[in-house]
């Protein structure tokens, strides 16, 4: 037991000074993993069996599907997208008080399905809805608030890279039965923001002057139907059995390319290759994470450190509900600091055990896990979307927290819900035979 607490010490401390440092993440990772495992097995088999791990790590068929959801992605955020999931959001908004803020979080939950990044989502939504939103008279620090708030929301609802890495973290968990089981949960994060928005719109006065006719409405509709058929295909196609996660996200590449290049005509090729560019540096850069991650993986099982942990979660209590609520309560404090690909390469082997002894399926636990790094995406010190969000609507943190705080409060409601009803996780796979 001392050696794994040495071990646990050891990786802890070193990963905390070199973040504080500002190295990157996937280089800490390797460096306190290193530092743990050296005086077990020596320098040289320290090395080579890192190495070997790091190797086998990325050599998956499946994680093939990151990369080509990353292409896909950026391909329709820059190809006319947006703008045509906001005029379909505004439509289906209509009158309601405060609909500018409610198309912001419908289009959210679609931008964000489609690219696959809540941090594109919070990007382009906050850059075209929140001008138009000023114009109006909302308060900006409420409506970055709210596209901060809602950006995630598309890391629950599929395609997801997210529950593609959480299904091989786990150990084979069904894509399929994952990216249907975060329907429920992803649209229930949106339409609780959609609630505080509501009432505070009713209090604020704020009332939508918007009037669309049948025949505008359907013009929209088709005007956003090729982007919406992308979900369609790549979701019905895996659940059907059709294709793999992989080969959807060829599909998806495929389709978007198809769709911007000679439907909407919103990119040439000098973009496509700046595009072909970006992709592959976010591609590397995931998949040393997910090598890196596994290193650390491997180290905290040669060490015990997972079965210390798990012992340590169950000696406090038997009680199901205060274990849930100590893990709910663990991820949300390592989604404030950890991005949540290697956040769930390291913890899914320590915490899913635990889980599952409690009575909860792997994929109610993955959904749940998700829900919790997903609100540490736009909660500080390091949330990403929260930054993101926050520079492009120009304003200051202290100013927009107030208003996310209402925000915070519906979503963890949701959370526990999550937490709690696994029907919301487990309904629509088990429909689907999953």
Not at 299 to 305: A, D, R
Not at 321 to 345: E, Q, R, S, Y
Not at 361 to 390: D, E, K, R
């Amino acid at each position: 037991m001392s050696g794994t607490v040495t071990a646990g010490l050891i990786i802890l401390i070193v990963l905390v000074v070199l973040l504080l440092a500002g190295v990157p993440i996937g280089i800490s990772l390797s460096v306190a993993s290193m530092a743990a495992i050296v005086s077990s097995l020596g320098y040289a088999e320290a090395v080579s069996a890192a190495a070997l791990r790091m190797f086998r790590g990325i050599s998956i068929f499946t994680l093939l599907a990151i990369p080509f959801f990353i292409l896909a992605g950026n391909i329709m955020n820059k190809g006319g997208i947006a703008m045509r999931l906001i005029n379909l959001a505004k439509a289906l908004t209509g009158k309601i008080p405060g609909s500018l803020a409610h198309t912001n979080i419908v289009a959210n939950m679609m931008f964000g399905a489609i690219s696959g990044s809540g941090v594109a989502a919070a990007s382009a939504m906050g850059s075209i809805v929140g001008p138009i939103e000023k114009q109006e008279g909302y308060d900006e620090d409420f409506s970055a608030a709210v596209n901060i708030a809602t950006a995630p929301t598309g890391l629950l609802i599929p395609p997801s890279n997210v529950l593609i890495t959480y299904a091989l973290a786990s150990g084979g968990t069904s894509v399929a039965a994952l990216f249907l089981g975060g329907y429920i949960p992803g649209v229930l994060w949106g339409v609780s923001c959609m609630i505080v928005v509501y009432f505070y719109a009713r209090k604020m006065g704020y009332v939508s002057n918007i009037k669309i006719s049948p025949s505008e409405f359907i013009k929209v509709l088709l005007d956003a139907v090729p982007s919406l058929l992308l979900i369609v295909i790549i979701v019905g196609g895996i659940c059907t059995g059709i294709f793999t996660a992989t080969e959807a996200a060829g599909i998806a590449v495929a389709y978007s390319l198809v769709l911007s290049l000679f439907i909407y005509r919103t990119i040439d090729l000098k973009e496509l290759y700046v595009i072909l560019v970006d992709s592959a540096k976010m591609s590397g850069t995931i998949m040393f994470l997910v090598g890196a991650s596994n290193i650390m993986a491997w180290v905290m099982t040669f060490t015990g450190i997972p079965g210390a942990i798990a012992s340590a979660i169950l000696g406090v209590s038997d009680n199901k509900v205060v274990i849930l609520l100590i893990i709910n309560i663990l991820l949300l404090f390592v989604g404030t600091f950890m991005d949540i690909t290697p956040a769930i390469l390291i913890f899914t082997p320590i915490l899913l055990p635990i889980c599952t002894q409690l009575g909860m399926t792997p994929l109610h636990f993955g959904i749940m896990m998700t829900f919790n790094l997903c609100i540490g995406c736009i909660t500080p010190p390091v949330g990403n979307i929260l930054f993101v969000g926050i520079k492009v609507a120009g304003r200051k943190l202290e100013d927009v927290m107030k208003p996310l705080l209402k925000c915070y409060i519906a979503i963890f409601v949701v959370l526990m819900m999550v937490t709690f009803i696994p029907a919301l996780s487990s309904w629509l796979p088990a429909w689907a035979g999953y």
